[in-house]
């Protein structure tokens, strides 16, 4: 790319751009909407215009993820078994039809268990909460938010409580982005996925029934999709692996930036603390994490990005950090504001995130939760997770200071 007639290489690195998103990816604006990285041999989509078009695209495809781990078993001689049969279940590694039945499927099974999801979550978090209130402290990221949905989940599918955080997959999650990741982070994404999978199946297996079992059968045959317990087992793993990052990045760097926009100390119930009510908040929170850091499109056919053309063939990155920081889309970007519209956390277009229906009421849950328990105060010891695809804290240490 030339920039004045001057040849320009943008370096990126996206291990350093994870750690530290907005002070590296700022500078890049100045070349424009979309970018050549000519180091990673990709374009870098990083204004919200830009990625909606990018977003709305069909000429612009997912990475087949699955096939690329049945190649790199070919390749590698790995057994990635676990990995591509998780990847086989996830929507955003396929176009076309797989995709489609997947998109029904995961439709029809969210509709079906959003009230028992809710009525879970509500219970859950009270819990939770509740623990932390009494002990006056606690961490926020272990001790709430990378908990809510395993606990909800394995409550659903019958894990006895002391198993449930065994359903985490954290670092299973840097795994999945195969283009980006090292051997030794593919073959532990399989080996952590194939434990999840292994106590799933065993469950399903046994013969226990639940309502959520049935409800998960329900979308697969109204889908076309084949009901075995091991299609059960793998819709279900997928399930976990979409939804349980995600929010608890949402959670955290949520709560996160609240504390850091009250000066350490929020009373989430009080009008004049500056942050935006209701709904507004959610999205904002939700703009602010973009706990999906990324995704990944190639192009199947000459076409164009914002006047950019992009050669059919080529790889394009969406920066879903970068559009949500837009300053042309949304001024002063690092503040939390009301009445902003457009960001793009939940992706878009045929792809958008099916679940955000839900998950912008159990955040509204959190909020509301949050408000009642008392003054919340930061402490030091938050720890971003080193993680490339979700933007999340490890460690968010609070103290509840009650209100006299
Ligand atoms: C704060 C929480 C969440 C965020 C920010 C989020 C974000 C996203 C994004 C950005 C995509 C599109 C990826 C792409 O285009 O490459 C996506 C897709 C998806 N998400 Fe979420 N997600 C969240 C929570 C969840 C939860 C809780 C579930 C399910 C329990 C879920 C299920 C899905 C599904 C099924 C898709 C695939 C849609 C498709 O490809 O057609 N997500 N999500």
């Given amino acids: 790319m030339t920039l004045w ?31 050549w990285l000519p180091k990673l041999n990709r374009w870098l989509v990083l204004s919200q215009p830009a990625a909606m078009e990018t977003l709305r695209n069909s000429s612009l495809q997912v990475l087949k993820r699955r096939d690329m781990a049945l190649r790199l078993e070919d390749q590698v001689g790995l057994n990635l078994a676990a990995l591509s049969s ?42 939770l909460l509740e623990k932390m209130r009494v002990a006056e402290q606690g961490d926020f990221a272990t001790g709430y938010a990378d ?21 985490a997959c954290h670092t299973a999650l840097d795994g999945f982005i195969l283009n980006n990741a090292s051997v030794r982070e593919i073959r532990d994404a399989n080996t952590q996925l194939a434990a999840i999978l292994e ?11 639940s309502p959520f079992l049935e409800k998960v059968g329900d979308a697969l045959r109204q889908t076309g999709l084949e009901d075995t317990p091991t299609s059960r087992s793998e819709c279900i793993v997928a399930l976990i692996v979409l939804g349980d990052d995600t929010q608890a990045g949402a959670l ?35 703009r602010i994490a973009s706990p999906v850091k990324n995704s990944a499109r190639y192009a199947t056919e000459d076409t164009m990005i914002c006047g950019h053309a992009i050669a059919k063939g080529e790889n394009v990155t969406l920066s879903f950090q970068a559009a949500n920081f837009d300053p042309k889309a949304f001024p002063c970007p690092h503040m939390l504001k009301d009445g902003r519209r457009g960001h793009v956390a939940f992706g ?13 009421k159990t955040l509204a849950i959190t909020f509301r939760h949050l408000a009642t328990i008392g003054r919340i105060e930061a402490r030091p010891g938050r ?9 999340r804290y490890e460690h968010l240490p609070i103290r509840i200071v009650p209100e006299p």
């Fill in 86 to 127: 998780v990847l086989n279940w996830i929507p955003f590694s396929h176009d076309g039809a797989r995709h489609s039945d997947l998109r029904e499927a995961f439709g029809r099974l969210l509709t079906s268990i959003t009230a028992d999801y809710l009525k879970a979550y509500e219970d859950v978090s009270s819990e």
């Fill in 252 to 286: 955290t760097v949520g709560l996160a930036s609240m504390l850091d926009a009250c000066d350490g100390a929020l009373c989430l119930d009080a009008a004049d603390n500056g942050l935006p009510k209701g709904q507004s908040l959610v999205d904002e929170v939700l």
């Fill in 383 to 391: 720890q971003l997770a080193a993680c490339l695809t979700v933007h």
């Fill in 5 to 35: 007639g001057t040849p320009v290489t943008l370096d990126y690195n996206h291990r350093a751009v994870s750690e530290t998103p907005q002070a590296l990816l700022d500078p890049f604006r100045e070349y424009g909407d979309v970018v």
């Fill in 147 to 167: 908990r809510l949905h395993l606990e909800i989940v394995g409550r659903f599918i019958g894990v006895p409580p002391s198993e449930r955080q065994k359903l």
């Fill in 348 to 360: 878009g277009a045929r792809h958008l995130c099916t679940a955000m229906p839900l998950v912008r």
């Fill in 199 to 209: 106590t799933v199946h065993a469950l399903i297996s046994s013969g226990q029934s």
